[in-house]
C-alpha cells in the first residue's frame, strides 16, 4: 500500500496533502555549507530543539559571528523560541550575508517573495535565491527548482525544475532528494526507475526524512528496485512513526495485520491504525473502522466503526463501500437502503469494485433504488472485471450471468455499451 507520494513541504508554508504532487518552497532550514558537527546551533536546530539554538545563536551573533547571525534570521523567519519578526530577519540575514554567508541570500530572496519584512517581490527574491543557487547553495537550488515546477516567480518550466532539483539532491539537501526520489517513483518528467527512487529515497532517509523512510519501507517491503526484506521495511516504518509520521503508522498496522515481519497481531494492528488514523492517514481511519466493525483487536463497536467510516469518507471509496453496508445493514445506523445506495454509488462511481456489485445487487433486487436490470449488468460487469479478488470476482460473475438471464439481448447489449463507455470519476 503506497501512502506517502506528496511532495513534502517545509517550515512556514504548510504542508498540503493533495493527490496531485506540489513542491513547496524551502525557507531556511539550514545552510547547506554549515554542517550539524561544525555548528552546534545548527546541530541542535536541525534536531528541533530551537530554545538551545536561540542559546547558543544570541550571544555569537552579537560578537559578529555570521553562521549565528544566519542562525538567528532563520529564527525570527520562522517564528521558532522567538515571536516571528521578518524585519528582525532581514536584519540578521544581512549581516550574514555581509560577513559572507551565502545562504543567507537565499534567506532573504525568500523574503522578497512573501513580502515579509521587504515589498513584495518575486523578482527581486527570484533573483536573490537564484544567484545563490548559481554559488552552490543547496537550499536554493531547491528553491529554484519549486519556482521553475510551479511557475512561481519563475517561468514554468519542468525541465529546469529537474536540473535545480538535481543539484540540490547531490549536493545533500534531503527535501531534494526526497522529491526526487518521488519523480523517479510516479515518472513524472523522468522514465519511472524504482531504482532509482530507492537510491533518493534511501539518501534522504540516511538524512532522517520521515517520508523517504516511509517511502522506502514500501519500496523495501514490495521488493521494488531492491531487495524484497521485511524487517528492513518495518525498521524504516518504525523510524519514520518515532517523527509521528501517519502514514508509517499505518503501514505498520498493516504488516501487523497481515503478519509480514513481525508476528501477526489484530492488537497491534489496531493500535497503529488507531495512531494513523488520528494522525490523518485516510487508509488507517477505513481499516480502524473495519477493525471495530469486526471486533478484530478491539471490542465489536459498529458506532465506532461507522464513525472512523465518515472521517475517511471524504477522499476514500472503501470507508464510503463500507458506509454503504452499514446502512444496508443496519450496523451502529438505522437500515436505509436508499442512503446505502447513495453511498454504494458514490464509491462505484470512484471505481471500487466493491461497492460497484454491492450497487449492481440493489439495481438488480430494486432495494433502494428502482430496479434497472441495464445499471445492475453495467455495475456488475466492472466489478466482475476490475475485482482483484477471485473469489469475488467470481460472485460478480455470477450474479451478472443471473442479471442476464432476465434481460433482452437488446438490453445486454445496451448495458454492455454503458460499460465500456464508462469512466470512473474523480
Known amino acids: 500500500m503506497r501512502r506517502q507520494l506528496t511532495w513534502a513541504a517545509v517550515v512556514v508554508v504548510a504542508i498540503a496533502i493533495a493527490l496531485a504532487p506540489r513542491m513547496a518552497p524551502a525557507q531556511t532550514t539550514g545552510p547547506e555549507a554549515v554542517t550539524p558537527d561544525s555548528d552546534p546551533g545548527t546541530r541542535v536546530y536541525n534536531n528541533g530543539q530551537y530554545d538551545k539554538a536561540l542559546a547558543i545563536w544570541e550571544p555569537r551573533a552579537e560578537q559578529g559571528d555570521p553562521i549565528a547571525e544566519y542562525g538567528l534570521g532563520r529564527l525570527y523567519t520562522n517564528g521558532y523560541a522567538v515571536r516571528r519578526d521578518c524585519a528582525e530577519a532581514l536584519y540578521w540575514f544581512q549581516k550574514a550575508l555581509d ?8 534567506g532573504i530572496g525568500v523574503l522578497y517573495t512573501k513580502g515579509c519584512g521587504v515589498k ?11 544567484h545563490a ?8 537550488q531547491y528553491n529554484v527548482a519549486y519556482g521553475y515546477l510551479n511557475g512561481d516567480g519563475l517561468p514554468r518550466d519542468q525541465a529546469e525544475a529537474l536540473k535545480w532539483l538535481r543539484k540540490a539532491a547531490e549536493r545533500g539537501f534531503p527535501l531534494a532528494q526526497y522529491n526526487l526520489a518521488l519523480k523517479y517513483d510516479q515518472g513524472d518528467g523522468v522514465p519511472q526507475s524504482d531504482v532509482d527512487a530507492v537510491r533518493w529515497y534511501r539518501a534522504a532517509a540516511a538524512q532522517g526524512d520521515p517520508h523517504a523512510e516511509t517511502n522506502l519501507g514500501y519500496l523495501t517491503w514490495k521488493g521494488r528496485g531492491t531487495a524484497k ?13 518515532e517523527q509521528q509520521n501517519a502514514a508509517a503508522e499505518g503501514n505498520l498496522g498493516d504488516m501487523y495485520l497481515n503478519g509480514e ?6 492488537a497491534e494492528a489496531a493500535k497503529w491504525y488507531e495512531m494513523g488514523a488520528k494522525g490523518g492517514d485516510v487508509p488507517s481511519q477505513t481499516r480502524l473502522g473495519n477493525l471495530f466493525r469486526d471486533g478484530r483487536g478491539v471490542k465489536q463497536d459498529y458506532g465506532a466503526a461507522v464513525n ?11 470507508a464510503q463501500n463500507n458506509l454503504g453496508l452499514a446502512y444496508e445493514l443496519g450496523q451502529g445506523v438505522p437500515v436505509d437502503p436508499q442512503t446505502a445506495a447513495r453511498w454504494y454509488r458514490m464509491a462505484a462511481q470512484k471505481g471500487e469494485p466493491d461497492a460497484q456489485y454491492n450497487l449492481g445487487r440493489l439495481y438488480r433486487t430494486g432495494s433502494g433504488v428502482e430496479k434497472n436490470l441495464i445499471l445492475a449488468y453495467l455495475w456488475l ?5 476490475s475485482d482483484p479478488d477471485p473469489a469475488d470476482r467470481a460472485d460478480a460473475e455470477q450474479s451478472l450471468e443471473s442479471a442476464a438471464a432476465e434481460m433482452s439481448q437488446t ?9 465500456q463507455d464508462w469512466k470512473p470519476s474523480q
Request: hydrophobic content about 45%; glycine content about 8%.
Open 133 to 140: 543557487a548559481e554559488q552552490g547553495v543547496a537550499i536554493a
Open 261 to 266: 515481519g513481525v508476528p501477526q497481531s489484530d
Open 411 to 419: 438490453e445486454i447489449a445496451e448495458a454492455r455499451r454503458k460499460a
Open 308 to 318: 472512523w467510516y465518515r472521517a475517511a469518507e471524504g477522499s476514500d471509496a472503501a
Open 120 to 130: 513584495q517581490s518575486d523578482e527581486e527574491g527570484y533573483r536573490m535565491i537564484r
Open 381 to 385: 460487469s466492472l466489478a466482475a472485471k
Open 229 to 241: 526484506d521485511l524487517a528492513e521495511a518495518v525498521r524504516l516504518f518504525r523510524l519514520a512513526a
Open 99 to 106: 560577513h559572507g554567508v551565502p545562504d543567507a541570500e537565499n
